[in-house]
């Protein structure tokens, strides 16, 4: 095949943008190009002439090689260059970026820290990871008590447990503060249980939990205080009930239920059963209690002269009941058409 060397030159040299180039590249040492082609050519010809044709080939090559990278270096100097010489538009409109806000459920725990907060109380926190006496044993939960079905979850090596509840802290605190009293804390965190999923249900949910110890601590002092709590959450109106129940580390152990945030405790809504309190006309919220006398000795803390009331709830049941969401599991899902709601 002919090949006019100076024909190619011409043609790189004239190249005006790197895709031209990139072509010009393809149609000479392209694998049908005409470089190649004729390099190819030469197992074709006599033996005596195959030395010279192949040198000439092979000088040819390289030379277009050459001018090719030379060429390509002076194109993509030049489009820089251009680049940086167009003016940039400073007025233009830049990209907004997506703003981030607070979860629904850290908003309802902000909430709840800061009514606390205002009735004196510390924030304490505790790990995640607990031993089985801290989360268990230490609360009169033995190791075949019933209680543990209830909170069943995964365990670890040598004792240990995600947290079940964050009463856990309850006993971490009073260790540490018991020569300190009076104490005056809540609680929040993440706790794990080994739950079947539903609506209401999740294997893994904060709680906030509050403890005070101090001389002549009542039952009453718990009522006012959730009251006091309650209305602050859910609204001015709010009433508390409390029914009894029961929990290990408690004695007396009470149920704490609201009013109805919709029905405002009727059960009634527009002459039909409120949906969500299923026309009882209260909202079921949390456990609490008197702390049990030997929980307080298991402490350190002596129950002749000190007593105090802990109780504990779930902020995720209190934001959807606060938003109207009746699913708890749409709190913890990727889905931002629902968390942008908030
Ligand atoms: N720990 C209990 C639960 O997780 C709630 C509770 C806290 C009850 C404090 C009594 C006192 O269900």
């Not at 009542?218 to 029914?243: A, C, P």
Request: proline content about 5%; glycine content about 10%.
């Amino acid at each position: 095949m002919a090949v006019d060397k100076s024909e190619m030159l011409t043609s790189i040299a004239n190249a005006s943008s790197l895709t031209e180039l990139e072509d010009l590249r393809v149609a000479y040492l392209g694998r049908k190009g005409s470089v190649t082609q004729s390099l190819k050519a030469i197992g074709g010809m006599p033996p005596s002439e195959r030395g010279e044709a192949g040198k000439a080939a092979n000088a040819l090559r390289l030379e277009i090689e050459a001018a090719l990278s030379a060429k390509e270096g002076e194109l993509s100097r030049a489009e820089v260059e251009s680049a940086l010489s167009t003016p940039m538009d400073v007025t233009a409109p830049g990209e907004a970026p997506r703003l981030g806000h607070r979860h629904p459920v850290s908003v309802v725990l902000e909430e709840l820290v800061d009514l606390f907060w205002q009735m004196g109380y510390q924030v304490a926190e505790g790990p995640e990871v607990e031993t089985e006496w801290h989360n268990f044993e230490a609360l009169l939960v033995g190791k075949d008590h019933p209680a543990r079905d209830m909170q069943d979850t995964f365990y670890l090596e040598e004792a240990h447990l995600p947290r079940t509840h964050t009463s856990a802290v309850q006993i971490r605190y009073m260790q540490e503060h018991k020569g300190d009293l009076p104490i005056r804390i809540v609680a929040p965190g993440k706790v794990y249980r080994n739950e079947d999923e539903d609506a209401r249900h999740s294997w893994s949910f904060y709680q906030i939990e509050g403890l005070v110890v101090d001389q002549g601590i009542s039952l009453s002092d718990l009522k006012g205080t959730l009251e006091q709590m309650m209305r602050g959450i859910l609204g001015e109106n709010t009433k508390v009930r409390l029914r009894s129940n029961y929990f290990p580390y408690t004695e007396p152990s009470v149920e704490m239920d609201a009013t109805c945030v919709i029905c405002a405790g009727s059960g009634k809504l527009a002459g039909k059963v409120c949906h969500l309190c299923s026309g009882t006309g209260w909202l079921e919220l949390g456990g609490a209690g008197m702390v049990h006398p030997q929980v307080l000795r298991n402490v350190g803390i002596d129950p002749e002269i000190y007593s105090g009331f802990a109780f504990g709830f779930g902020p995720e049941r209190l934001a959807a009941i606060k938003y109207g969401v009746d699913d708890v599991r749409e709190f913890w899902r990727p889905n931002f058409k629902f968390l942008e709601q908030f």
